[in-house]
């Protein structure tokens, strides 16, 4: 389903600011949907994140620079 997940990320060797993952829906909503996001563990909360959205999919982002070679997550939920 579209509406619910988890994102597992690997900053690898040389992360930078930005957009570091995009979640693509399987099937376009008609407006843009509603997309809320919560940090999974330390190292996800330490990011100043954001989404970007659109009504294919939504792009999670952070304003800092990510810790190179760490794992962390998010899950999201998205509502129209």
Not at 66 to 75: E, Q, R, V, Y
Request: proline share 4%.
């Amino acid at each position: 389903s579209d509406t619910a997940g988890s994102i597992n990320v690997n900053s690898g060797n040389d992360p930078k600011s930005g957009c570091f993952v995009r979640v693509s829906f399987q099937q376009a909503f008609s407006s843009q949907p509603h997309v809320i996001i919560s940090p999974v563990g330390d190292g996800a909360g330490r990011l100043q994140y954001y989404v970007e959205r659109d009504t294919a999919g939504f792009r999670v982002c952070s304003a800092n620079t990510i810790t190179a070679n760490k794992s962390f997550g998010f899950d999201y939920f998205v509502t129209y």
